[in-house]
């Protein structure tokens, strides 16, 4: 079956971890731009706050309480989400926590517990998601993470856990997919990101942490977010340090190894003292907000170019083949009287390869303005 995914201005579109974060901006953006948006988050207060908001500024939204590592807590809300507006038409696993400390300090009753979240949420919001979209189709998306192809010291868990978010939804799209199942699934990969994951991250060092630069705004990754939404893909990237990051891990990983070892401990810390009163590993702590503390430390991306073209493959085609054919039509123009011994060599060996490379562009943009 085809799959075939609905404007988002005529969809439903529930979000795990909604209370903050990226969870809270793509609610937001979404209900500005018409959908309606059932909001899960442990922290009931919060997610009261979000859905008044999102009402006074003309939006529709609902708010269910729920501990994603809870399958039944889960599904119940899913379904109250559902009742509320008749329908789910793309369900987004966000919900995410994170504890900061090197591996052998960290206790593994927390690391169990950033696991129920990071991985487990994942999986339990899958498959009620597929369960739900089988026979309406719709969007599943999965928030992973720059850390889920490559890791960093002092967060050695939470990349474990995203890196297992990655595999489970490769793996999980594939069955759907063999299945003939209308859902697009999609894993996000955020690089760093203002939100209050840090504030809420459980700290073994005495240091406040704080995420190494470049740090991106919530919103960049609510743009990639929306967009699987309406438009099956496979992965998005969110920033160009994320991509960067995947593939310098891909083809140098042992010099990413030692260029992580030698920067990034020291990258994430401060000179301030830890403040442990908004850790929210076990339980949901502090008011919403969508934005972190980052901006204290870094100068926050609020755009990102890379991210334009990666949701615009077909501008960048058409880029690429406009610049193709004026360098063909240079080289394939009659010689003047006057060339020159290079141009002329050049000119005549270029012929053929540039010549094709003129005609596929030709093609890709008659298709484009069709």
Do not use: C
Not at 29 to 51: F, H, P, Y
Not at 110 to 139: P, Y
């Amino acid at each position: 079956m085809a799959i075939k995914l609905k404007p988002l201005h005529k969809q439903v579109m529930l979000i795990t971890g909604a209370s903050s974060g990226i969870g809270l901006t793509t609610a937001r953006l979404a209900a500005e731009q018409g959908a309606k948006v059932i909001l899960v988050s442990r922290n009931q207060g919060a997610l009261d706050q979000a859905v008044r908001e999102i009402q006074e500024a003309g939006g529709e939204a609902f708010a269910a309480t729920a501990d994603v590592a809870n399958l039944d807590q889960l599904r119940r809300a899913a379904e109250a989400g559902r009742t509320h507006f008749g329908t789910i038409d793309t369900w987004v696993n966000n919900a995410g926590v994170s504890v900061i400390g090197k591996i052998d300090q960290v206790s593994v009753e927390d690391d169990r517990r950033l696991f129920e979240t990071n991985f487990w949420g994942v999986v339990n919001g899958s498959r009620i998601a597929a369960e739900m979209l089988k026979d309406t189709g719709g969007a599943l998306i999965n928030v992973g993470s720059e850390l889920s192809e490559v890791s960093i010291p002092l967060q050695g868990m939470y990349s474990a856990s995203k890196h297992a978010v990655l595999g489970f939804t490769d793996a999980f799209r594939m069955e759907l997919e063999a299945d003939k199942m209308p859902i697009s699934v999609t894993t996000i990969k955020p690089a760093g990101m203002d939100t209050p994951y840090m504030r809420h991250a459980k700290n073994y060092t005495d240091k406040e942490p704080t995420l190494p630069a470049p740090v991106y705004a919530p919103e960049l990754a609510a743009q990639q977010i929306l967009h699987a939404a309406t438009t099956p893909v496979r992965d998005l990237y969110v920033g160009g340090a994320a991509r960067l990051m995947s593939a310098l891990g891909r083809h140098f990983p042992e010099w990413m190894d030692w260029f992580m070892e030698k920067t990034m401990i020291g990258q994430q810390q401060t000179d301030r003292p830890a403040d442990r009163s908004n850790e929210g590993l076990g339980e949901s702590r502090g008011g919403h907000s969508e934005r972190g503390d980052a901006s204290r430390d870094h100068n926050v991306r609020e755009t990102s170019t890379y991210n334009f073209f990666s949701r615009n493959a077909t501008l960048v085609t058409v880029a690429a083949g406009v610049v193709s054919a004026i360098v063909a039509y240079l080289v394939l123009k009659p010689a003047a009287d006057d060339e020159s011994p290079t141009k002329r060599y050049l000119r005549e060996n270029l012929r053929d390869p540039l010549g094709r490379v003129a005609d596929t562009a030709r093609s890709r943009i008659e298709e484009y303005l069709r």
